[in-house]
């Protein structure tokens, strides 16, 4: 199954600005703390990992607990310094591996 | 010689087995598997770990997140740290802790003077009303500290599935 992932990256940008990143990618983040119906614990599941490299280079990187909510979302900034690719990378428990690239122009 | 047949158990003691078997299946019932929950000792520690001998001067963290709380399973948290986010001051990390979740941690997150702003917002998990800390480290070495009391009506991650 692989996961849906929403991100938002503005398409153009001025150097040396500011841009706001939005990520959202669709994922139970199973805490590992709650009883299932047959009165076991449900093994966690969640994301651990998640990077944002701009043109090769990590620019924004969380370790994520439990205690972040399903479909994790994430939102943060980075100073677009050249045109080039952002690529999101979110790893997890279950060999969990989700990428994403989005382009960005920087004039 | 053919064996003696096993005596087979009383119908008073099959039933008192049943009894006894049953009352236990109810004390698993209604008393299932205490959860793990933080403390606020926990927190402490856990910050501890982050802060090593240093320690963080309450200053300049914004914690946005609702004062109350519906549903504790989806809580906006936005963090925003005042910083120049130059090569010589900038936020290199955060780190984000609770009271009365089952681990103490939520977040941590990296980041630099190519940041630009020092601003993240995530949606986090809360299982009671609690405090929630943000913990920035700065540049220099320094770390600085913020918080936010939050009350939930209902608690997420302990809910059973039952």
């Known amino acids: ?107 | 010689m053919p064996e003696p047949p096993t005596p087979q158990p009383s119908r008073r003691v099959f039933l008192r087995r049943t009894a006894a078997f049953a009352a236990a299946s109810a004390a698993v019932a209604i008393w299932p598997p205490a959860p793990a929950r933080a403390t606020p000792e926990a927190m402490q520690r856990a910050i501890r770990a982050v802060l090593g001998e240093a320690e963080a001067r309450p200053s300049k963290i914004m914690l946005d997140i609702p004062a109350l709380v519906e549903n504790g399973n989806a809580v906006p948290l936005t963090v925003s740290v005042e910083s120049p986010m130059s090569e010589e001051d900038h936020v290199k990390a955060i780190h984000i802790f609770n009271e009365r979740n089952p681990q103490p941690h939520v977040i941590s997150i990296t980041l630099g003077a190519r940041a630009g702003r020092a601003k993240v917002a995530t949606r986090i998990k809360l299982a009671d009303s609690q405090q929630v800390i943000a913990i920035a480290e700065m540049s220099d070495g320094s770390f600085r500290s913020g918080s936010a009391d939050v009350i939930v009506t209902l608690a997420a991650c302990v809910e059973d599935l039952q």
């Open chain 1, 1 to 107: 199954m692989t996961a849906r992932i929403m991100a938002s990256v503005p398409a153009h940008a001025k150097r040396g600005e500011a841009i706001e990143i939005k990520t959202l990618i669709s994922h139970p983040m199973e805490s590992g703390y709650r009883v299932g119906p047959n009165g076991t614990m449900i093994p966690p599941d969640i994301i651990r990992l998640f990077t944002c490299t701009y043109n090769g280079e990590e620019v924004f990187r969380a370790e994520l607990s439990s205690a972040i909510a399903a479909n994790p979302f994430l939102s943060f900034f980075t100073t677009a310094v050249a045109s080039g690719t952002l690529a999101f990378r979110w790893t997890g428990d279950n060999g969990f591996e989700a990428t994403h690239i989005a382009e960005i122009t920087v004039e």
